[in-house]
């Protein structure tokens, strides 16, 4: 199994700024993934990063507002840009190998993020 | 498009309740079904897994059985206990380089 830490776990920031959040995996994975959790709501998937590709992002996500970096095969950053109040969430790193069976996606802690 | 619905909560159990957390699920293909769980302060969890349909995932006493009739996979524990208080997330994926859907995540709370 992997093991993902996320930095940092827990930020304020204001208004206007940016906030870059860095994912670390204990293992080399082809795959990332960040979700952001709203309070009180489910996981909604931002984008996936693969090494040595741009990031693909879902709908409603865009690359100005939530540039992806993946340099190598055990570490991502997002970074949430020109903060608003409605992006006071929790950002989660997720990892996972593709191929045939079962293969597990391992999540990060959670990166609790409020702006003010 | 594909979704997942679970039950509202919060949900509040004595302790050694029986315990149903109910989930559907809208698919176009066969997907796999998961529920993942978030206790307090910590990350999201895998707590059981089916891949096809009629196969039942079990961990930890939870179980859930993988019916395409109803396209439900249902939580179930026979008897709660304190620590089982967490946020209980029912999900769907096709395959293991493809996104997870989760539902709207059941909030879990057993009194003593």
């Known amino acids: 199994s992997a093991v993902i830490s996320q930095k940092p776990s827990r930020d304020i920031c204001q208004r206007g700024t940016s906030l870059t959040i860095q994912c670390q995996v204990d293992?080399?994975?082809?795959?990332m993934f960040w979700y952001r959790q709203q309070p009180g709501q489910s996981l909604t998937l931002i984008a996936t990063a693969n090494q040595g590709s741009e990031a693909t992002y879902e709908s409603g996500f865009v690359i100005d507002k939530f540039p992806i970096s993946r340099p190598n095969l055990t570490f991502s950053t997002l970074t949430v840009s020109n903060m608003s109040p409605e992006d006071s969430s929790i950002y989660l790193c997720s990892a996972a190998e593709p191929g045939q069976g079962f293969n597990e996606q391992f999540f990060g802690p959670g990166t609790r993020l409020t702006v003010l | 498009g594909d979704s997942v619905t679970q039950m509202e909560g919060p949900v509040t159990l004595s302790e050694e309740a029986f315990l149903t957390i109910n989930c559907t699920y809208t698919a176009t293909g066969y997907p796999s079904l998961f529920w993942y769980v978030q206790y307090p302060g910590e990350g999201l969890q895998l707590l059981l897994k089916?891949?096809?349909?009629?196969d039942k995932g079990s961990n930890k006493g939870f179980e859930a059985t993988y019916r395409k009739e109803t396209t439900s996979f249902h939580l179930e524990k026979g008897s709660v206990q304190v620590s089982d208080s967490a946020v209980y997330f029912c999900a769907l994926r096709y395959s293991s380089a493809s996104k997870i859907i989760f539902g709207s995540g059941t909030r879990l709370s057993i009194r003593p």
């Open positions: 089916a891949t096809k349909a009629d």
């Open positions: 293992s080399q994975v082809t795959m």
